[in-house]
């Protein structure tokens, strides 16, 4: 199955998705979800892929969440209902590759799916986040849950309160954390295409280890992170030395931020 709402290529280990629905804003519709689930259950299974970067296209938004006007297929039954971001997001379909994401315009509501589980995140410099939930009286709690997982809870909660009342500029997101990085529209892409190739080059197993090491300690107490931690080290590295000799490997121009 060839996916219809978003265009994937692989180059140099690094797979990168482009939402590709920027007549709707790059809304996700049932289409997309069902282009997710298959994306996802591919690149896990493909130790050929050892990053993903998410990217859009167009210049508006980045993903301004589901699409309103074609909604989703829901099940009948309320309590048979999903939340679409098991099919959007990475880490829910034990996707432990490398996440970078690349946002430029607008990203709200259900564009928190992905946000929420970015390894990093860089937007350009025209970028704005809101979550417009509660100004069409609607609950917001699956995005802001995710988002005061990875931003101070104030700030969580001010997203999701104000809702279009306000808008997070990349200079904000960067001070609260959301973003890592802040760059001209114009350098976007190759910057997020830069931070994958830099990780691919490492060992895929150790820098898979060290993504579910550190995610799934968000779930546990210090004491239960520590010593799973400790049995995947474990697990990624048996043989107990560096793999990798620091002094054959290239020396490469450092970028600061």
């Not at 860089?122 to 709690?141: E, K, Q, R, W």
């Amino acid at each position: 199955m060839e996916p219809k709402t978003v265009l994937v290529d692989v180059a140099d280990h690094v797979l990168t998705i482009t939402l590709n629905r920027p007549e709707a804003m790059n809304s996700f519709n049932e289409a997309m979800l069902a282009d997710f689930e298959l994306v996802w259950r591919e690149v896990r299974d493909d130790d050929d892929v050892h990053v993903v970067v998410l990217r859009a296209a167009g210049d508006r938004a980045f993903c301004t969440g589901m699409d309103v006007k074609e909604g989703i297929d829901r099940h009948p039954n309320v309590w048979s209902q999903t939340d679409p971001g098991e099919r959007l997001s990475p880490k829910l379909n034990r996707v432990w590759k490398p996440f970078v994401c690349a946002v430029q315009g607008m990203a709200a509501g259900g564009a928190f799916y992905w946000l929420n589980e970015a390894d990093i995140a860089i937007c350009s410099d025209d970028a704005t986040f809101f979550d417009p939930h509660v100004s069409y009286g609607l609950t917001a709690a699956l995005e802001p849950i995710g988002l005061a997982r990875r931003v101070p809870l104030g700030e969580a909660l001010r997203i999701a309160l104000l809702g279009l009342d306000e808008r997070v500029s990349s200079a904000q997101a960067l001070r609260i954390g959301l973003v890592t990085e802040v760059v001209p529209r114009a350098e976007l892409w190759a910057r997020a295409d830069e931070i994958a190739r830099v990780i691919a080059a490492k060992p895929p197993a150790a820098v898979q280890g060290t993504v579910r090491a550190i995610w799934e300690s968000l779930d546990m107490t210090r004491t239960q992170a520590l010593r799973t931690g400790l049995s995947y080290t474990q697990l990624g590295n048996p043989i107990g030395r560096a793999e990798v000799d620091r002094a054959t490997v290239p020396r490469r121009k450092w970028t600061l931020r």
